[in-house]
């Protein structure tokens, strides 16, 4: 299968291991910074922008090479709105349960677990050494970063940043018991979330708490 890469930046980098490594051949780039249209990165060619992907078909997918939460919404939005056919970047590495549904151009990086009954919306990135754990819910676009730990019955709704090494888990250990991430909340590096956080908030520390 053939592949374009749209971005080419550290996540460019990033993804185009993950391919190589899953046995895929990646014929070269797009970027929407036009200074690097025909120039190169990691050997291979810049063809050009969104507008290259249109007009030629020398490829199968495109696999999303960029990190940040924004980008990836108005980037996969842009594809799925023409019909172009996209492809997740999963390290060989990562275990996934054969109960868990995935959705469109995902990125999971190596040696992540996705076990039980897991649902992960479309455009979400999550980093290496993640854990996410049975019935829990991530929406679309959301950035789970390097080894963060997410608990059981946790429901993160859409485009929600969690920093690295962060632990997102239920208070309580009954089974009905429910940690719900509101959307578009930021949650800082090596924080503890055992409460409920609300849509838009900041929060950081063990436990976490709101930041300004």
Do not use: W, Y
């Given at each position: 299968m053939k592949i374009i890469i749209y971005g080419t930046g550290q996540i460019g980098n990033v993804v185009s291991q993950i391919l190589k490594e899953s046995g895929h051949e990646i014929i070269g780039y797009v970027d929407?910074?036009?200074?690097?249209?025909?120039?190169?990165?990691?050997?291979?060619?810049i063809f050009g922008g969104f507008d290259w992907l249109l007009d030629n078909k020398i490829y199968d997918r495109v696999c999303l090479g960029v990190g940040t939460i924004i980008s990836r919404k108005k980037i996969l939005t842009l594809l799925l709105k023409n019909k172009i056919e996209t492809i997740s970047a999963i390290h060989p590495s990562v275990i996934i349960s054969s109960n868990a549904t995935l959705g469109k151009s995902l990125t999971i990086g190596a040696n992540s677990t996705i076990y039980g009954n897991i649902r992960?919306?479309?455009?979400?990135?999550?980093?290496?050494?993640?854990?996410?754990?049975?019935?829990?819910?991530?929406?679309?676009?959301?950035?789970?970063?390097?080894?963060?730990?997410?608990?059981?019955?946790?429901?993160?709704?859409?485009?929600?940043?969690?920093?690295?090494?962060?632990?997102?888990?239920?208070?309580?250990?009954?089974?009905?018991?429910?940690?719900?991430?509101?959307?578009?909340?930021?949650?800082?590096?090596?924080?503890?979330?055992?409460?409920?956080?609300?849509?838009?908030?900041?929060?950081?520390?063990?436990?976490?708490?709101?930041?300004?």
């Open positions: 929407d910074n036009t200074t690097l249209h025909s120039k190169f990165f990691d050997g291979l060619k992960i919306g479309d455009g979400s990135f999550i980093g290496p050494s993640v854990t996410v754990s049975h019935d829990t819910m991530l929406g679309k676009f959301n950035l789970i970063s390097v080894g963060s730990v997410i608990g059981a019955r946790v429901v993160i709704e859409d485009e929600v940043f969690v920093g690295s090494g962060s632990v997102l888990t239920p208070k309580r250990l009954n089974l009905e018991s429910k940690l719900i991430v509101g959307k578009k909340s930021i949650i800082g590096a090596g924080s503890v979330v055992i409460e409920n956080i609300k849509a838009g908030n900041k929060v950081a520390g063990v436990p976490a708490k709101p930041i300004s």
